[in-house]
């Protein structure tokens, strides 16, 4: 499944919220300009990264800082997983 956002708000930080409810549910690849780019805190569970020419499993309280332009994508490695993204 192709997992949606919940935008968030917190005072002057923007962002967005990702649930990965099964095992291999995606978030496909993409990428950010300098407006819309972003950290990535996986807040639960763990996720697979792609991104460019490297492949990253990442746990809860990992923190990934892609830059600008960076083509990524993110999938769910565990049921549950939660990724929150955070506008710089």
Same mark, same amino acid.
């Given at each position: 499944?192709?997992?949606?956002? /919940?935008?968030?708000? +917190?005072? $002057? &930080? @923007?962002?967005?919220?990702?649930? *990965?409810?099964?095992?291999? =549910?995606?978030?496909?690849? /993409? $990428?950010?300009? =300098? ?8 807040? @639960? ?23 600008? *332009?960076?083509? /990524?994508? +993110?999938?769910? &490695? ?11």
């Amino acid at each position: 499944m192709i997992v949606s956002p /919940h935008l968030i708000e +917190f005072g $002057n &930080l @923007k962002g967005a919220i990702y649930d *990965f409810p099964e095992i291999g =549910d995606i978030l496909p690849k /993409h $990428n950010h300009d =300098d407006a819309s780019a972003h950290i990535t805190i996986v807040a @639960k569970g763990k996720v697979k990264i792609t991104a460019g020419d490297w492949v990253y499993d990442a746990e809860a309280g990992k923190v990934i800082d892609l830059p600008a *332009f960076q083509e /990524h994508e +993110f999938v769910a &490695l565990e049921p549950g997983s939660r990724i929150v993204n955070i506008v710089k």
